[in-house]
């Protein structure tokens, strides 16, 4: 099987993250984060959300802000098992018509 070739803007075909705690008290670590993997210029991140309880304003804002960054890049971000909760807070806020949610445990298509 011949290994995929990526586009020169690329350096990872895919990055896989999963988060625990997404609210305003622990964003600047969770932004740190994702700073750092946008840093790898990565073609797609999957955001695996099965263990976040819960999503706020500010975990929001920085989901939209991650999706901009990645978008300007032809890459995109992927969430990834929310719980019912979390999957709520992200019709609510019409961010599931933003970016794509997956419920599979294998890599985002």
Do not use: K
């Not at 984060?33 to 790898?40: E, K, N, T």
């Not at 999503?55 to 992927?78: E, F, K, S």
């Amino acid at each position: 099987m011949a290994t995929p070739v990526l586009p020169a803007r690329y350096t990872l075909p895919l990055v896989e993250v999963r988060v625990t705690e997404l609210d305003l008290g622990c964003l600047p670590e969770v932004g740190a984060m994702f700073d750092r993997l946008l840093a790898l210029r990565p073609a797609q991140i999957v955001l695996d959300l099965s263990d976040c309880r819960h999503l706020d304003a500010a975990a929001i804002g920085l989901l939209l802000d991650v999706h901009r960054r990645l978008a300007r890049a032809d890459a995109a971000l992927t969430v990834r098992s929310p719980n019912p909760r979390v999957r709520r807070i992200l019709h609510t806020t019409r961010l599931d018509q933003v970016l794509p949610i997956v419920s599979e445990v294998g890599p985002a298509a």
